[in-house]
């Protein structure tokens, strides 16, 4: 039964690549039109592997975003201290995670890169993986997080690789969704040889989908993400530039959002005039248009390169609005920010992250849709080191009556600080163990 599934999923990808395809050509591409069709559809691997690159164990890393890239980031080096053999072929999905990987490797000339070759992950087709799988051989793939695609992760099977799904996650939309193909689901996970979990409740699902190995349960890798030090350097340096009372941020926001938040910054800066709102949008292609909509408030605009002209604040007409238009600065945006506000939450479409926020320890505040963090966010509530809110109206009031009680303000500050070094230390373990299943 499982093989028809198998079969009819993959006519069913045929049938959708002409919808894919208007897709691909719509996004962005991370290495060029050509490379980037060669290696998404047919599984052509830009960088392709010399001898020195089989001569050790290869470990397949498949991250899709950049979040999930910077979670593994430090499991990744631990696995190359614990096997010094290995090679590592990392895959992602989106430009954002391409590039903070090429960033990396341009700015680190040490020997460990060189085991290490990156590529975007090929669609979800049997002839492109496999391809793909024929040119690096792997022993192992890693998979971060759910992603459980059936052509990958049965071709992998097939040829004997072992497959790993670490800092495992199953959201309640997720499970609801994959429960409807219950059928086809089941013997995909059940390819998987070990399943490493976030936290209890992740077992639970993943149990009730099939799952029949032992699951185990380890702390979620983001509580591991190194704190990047030139950004917090320069974040930290333009808050003493900025002669501005209180800087907000809403970060990572979504679309249906920044123009309900503009119009409370409306009423809020009539009153606050020295203060400071920082847009910035999850999607680079909203950037522009949020802009434009900044624009229509009357209020002095600029977009995130302002905040690098040193003496632009001391002006009397300084800013009141700056839209972050870059990829990749989130720890820099948070540092030079008091209070913050998790985009996604407030309406519904799942939040974001606030681990980023908690590890330099600001002020957090979040709405009743954490659905994909929903687990932190209880924590952080529970611990009192993150405020719950329901509209934008509510964060500017509670966030400005917050800051005016230094004492109230600093607790909160500390007590998420405090959460995530609580929480950290599971990379070496996963690492550990992935050396040792391997």
């Not at 490379?35 to 691997?45: A, S, T, V």
Request: overall charge positive; aromatic content about 12%; charged content about 25%.
């Amino acid at each position: 039964m499982f093989r028809f599934y198998l079969f009819f999923y993959q006519c069913l990808s045929i049938f959708f690549i002409p919808v894919i395809l208007l897709i691909f050509f719509f996004k962005k591409k991370c290495r060029g039109l050509k490379k980037d069709l060669l290696g998404r559809f047919l599984g052509i691997p830009v960088n392709l592997p010399n001898e020195h690159f089989q001569k050790g164990k290869v470990y397949w890393v498949h991250s899709v975003s950049l979040g999930e890239t910077q979670a593994v980031y430090s499991m990744v080096k631990e696995i190359e201290k614990r096997d010094c053999t290995s090679r590592i072929i990392w895959t992602v999905s989106t430009k954002t995670a391409w590039s903070f990987l090429q960033c990396q490797i341009n700015s680190n000339s040490d020997e460990e890169w060189n085991r290490i070759v990156v590529e975007l992950i090929p669609y979800d087709f049997k002839w492109s993986v496999e391809i793909f799988i024929d040119s690096f051989k792997p022993s192992v793939l890693i998979l971060v997080e759910t992603e459980v695609w059936p052509n990958l992760i049965a071709s992998c099977s097939k040829v004997g690789i072992k497959i790993f799904l670490v800092n495992g996650r199953l959201s309640k939309k997720s499970f609801i969704r994959y429960g409807l193909v219950r059928n086809f689901c089941t013997p995909v996970l059940n390819m998987i040889h070990l399943l490493v979990a976030q936290t209890g409740v992740d077992k639970k699902r993943f149990k009730k989908l099939g799952y029949k190995k032992d699951i185990l349960v380890l702390k979620n890798m983001k509580f591991d993400i190194p704190i990047v030090k030139e950004q917090v350097r320069a974040g930290s340096a333009i808050r003493e530039n900025i002669k501005k009372h209180i800087v907000w941020l809403a970060l990572s926001t979504r679309e249906g959002e920044e123009r309900e938040l503009l119009q409370c910054w409306q009423d809020h800066h009539k009153n606050n005039s020295n203060d400071l709102m920082i847009i910035v949008p999850r999607h680079p292609e909203r950037f522009e248009q949020v802009y434009k909509w900044a624009r229509e408030t009357m209020l002095k605009v600029e977009y995130r390169s302002y905040l690098f002209e040193k003496s632009s604040f001391l002006l009397k007409d300084s800013p009141s609005i700056i839209i972050g238009n870059t990829l990749g600065e989130v720890q820099m945006y948070l540092s030079l920010s008091d209070i913050v506000l998790i985009g996604g939450s407030v309406k519904n479409s799942g939040g974001q992250s606030p681990l980023d926020a908690a590890r330099l320890g600001k002020a957090i505040f979040f709405g009743h849709y954490m659905n994909n963090f929903s687990e932190i966010s209880e924590q952080l509530l529970l611990q009192r080191s993150a405020i719950q809110i329901g509209t934008y109206k509510e964060w500017f009031f509670r966030g400005q009556t917050l800051f005016n009680s230094e004492k109230d303000f600093r607790q909160l500050c500390t007590g998420a600080s405090r959460f995530v070094n609580s929480n950290m230390g599971s990379t070496r373990k996963y690492a550990e163990l992935i050396v040792k299943k391997s």
